[in-house]
């Protein structure tokens, strides 16, 4: 099954019943994903570099934008604050259960999470489009996530993020935030494990 194909599927079986707010980020987020996977930005006021692949990085650190103030409950129902790891890299990944890029993924996600877990990285998910948690849980617990998952299944985190900044424009999207809590590169699409090694390991060696 396509990236574009999963995508479509969970947004016409629940158009009558989700909020015009909730159908326009949901709607917004299909066609990006189904589109070129580049970047729509305000005016460039991100400096960043589009990468081969839908990955974009912001290298100078002064060029970065704060993240947004990202908190709710998790999957779990537990609180969660992403401000709590400020001093860490933190890897925010957008994903839904219903989705096979997501779960393609979820193994390397699994894998670089606990490799980095003791060099001051944190892993964070964002779910999203679940209408019920318990696909994402099973989810988790089929794939052994170590991390924690924001259950946002409205979509309404993802519209914290500022316009023109790195912002999540697919699903899978992952968001990488360096230790001064700054949007420092962005996935648009399923990543290998050489591919978050290689995003992590420059914002791991910033002091």
Do not use: H
Request: glycine content about 8%; overall charge positive; aromatic content about 6%.
């Amino acid at each position: 099954m396509s990236a574009c194909r999963a995508l479509r599927r969970p947004l016409s079986r629940r158009r009558t019943t989700l909020p015009a707010a909730t159908v326009a980020v949901v709607a917004a987020l299909t066609l990006s994903a189904c589109g070129s996977g580049k970047t729509s930005g305000s005016g460039g006021q991100t400096q960043f570099v589009q990468g081969t692949g839908g990955v974009s990085v912001v290298k100078d650190r002064a060029g970065r934008q704060d993240a947004p103030e990202l908190s709710g409950r998790t999957l779990d129902d537990k609180k969660l604050d992403l401000a709590d790891y400020k001093g860490k890299v933190v890897v925010l990944n957008v994903w839904g259960s219903w989705c096979s890029p997501c779960r393609a993924e979820a193994p390397n996600l699994v894998k670089v999470a606990n490799d980095y877990k003791d060099k001051g990285v944190q892993f964070v998910g964002l779910d999203t489009r679940d209408p019920d948690p318990a696909p994402a849980l099973k989810f988790e617990k089929e794939f052994e996530v170590p991390y924690p998952s924001l259950y946002d299944s409205s979509g309404k985190l993802l519209l914290r993020f500022p316009k023109g900044s790195l912002n999540p424009q697919a699903i899978p999207s992952t968001i990488f935030i360096d230790r001064d809590g700054k949007i420092a590169a962005r996935a648009l699409k399923a990543l290998t494990e050489e591919e978050l090694r290689k995003t992590l390991d420059p914002l791991v060696a910033e002091k």
